[in-house]
């Protein structure tokens, strides 16, 4: 009785202190040798913490994305992204134009109110998975701060829920040079859900 007691004190303790109730996930293997399934089986470790930090955002778009259009059968392997893994959504408004994976949108961009939603998590050196920030891009109407940008605004929520500042031309010197796709990069081939 007595050492029962004390082992539920203990975690009681190690609960409290920790202030978490997830455990950590590591992965089997280095980053660069990850199998795709083994990938599968990170992201179900961390998934739930991971969306737990960003629904403390309030920004809507963080409870909202998890509902939207899923573009990728499983994470994408590490792409530009800082070598991490990704899962992209779109919302209703874009969500049938995004997945043709058009490379045809110079003069066919994106509707309006488009909303693309990547949450991303990653593996470190000593294997342990790591949470990553969740990425937004939104199509605004011409005639604003965005006609430099491709008339998309680009924003960034911390791990935490928390809004991180980010340079628009940081994100689109990059996005930009998809001039072929409305400025969007696309999941990797392997994983993409298409309609086609
Ligand atoms: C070094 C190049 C680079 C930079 C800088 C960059 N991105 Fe990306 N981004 C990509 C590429 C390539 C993809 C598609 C493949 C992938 O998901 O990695 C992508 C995909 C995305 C997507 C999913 C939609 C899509 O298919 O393009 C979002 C949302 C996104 N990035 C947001 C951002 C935001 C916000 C920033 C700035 C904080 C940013 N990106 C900076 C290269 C970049």
């Given at each position: 009785m007595r050492k029962l007691f004390s082992k539920a004190a203990i975690t009681a303790a190690v609960f409290f202190v920790s202030g978490s109730a997830y455990a950590a996930c590591t992965s089997p293997v280095a980053k660069d040798d990850l199998s795709e399934e083994q990938v599968i089986e990170i992201f179900e470790c961390i998934k739930d913490e991971l969306r737990a930090g960003y629904a403390n955002?309030?920004?809507p778009w963080a409870k909202d994305y998890l509902k939207w259009g899923r573009t990728?059968?499983?994470?994408?392997?590490?792409?530009?992204?800082?070598g991490r893994f990704l899962n992209t959504t779109v919302n209703e408004i874009g969500y049938a134009e995004y997945i043709k994976?058009?490379?045809?949108?110079?003069?066919n961009p994106m509707p309006v109110g488009t909303v693309i939603a990547k949450e991303v998590f990653g593996v470190n050196k000593k294997n342990k998975v790591t949470k990553g920030q969740l990425f937004f891009m939104e199509k605004v109407a011409a005639g604003g701060e965005a006609d430099k940008y491709g008339n998309w605004v680009y924003s960034v929520i911390k791990s935490s829920g928390k809004p991180q500042k980010i340079s628009q031309k940081f994100c689109h010197d990059c996005h930009g040079a998809f001039s072929d796709q409305d400025a969007m990069g696309y999941?990797?081939?392997?994983?993409r859900l298409s309609s086609n």
């Open positions: 955002s309030d920004n990728a059968s499983a994470p994408a392997a590490p792409g530009p992204h800082g994976y058009s490379d045809e949108r110079e003069d999941p990797d081939e392997d994983v």
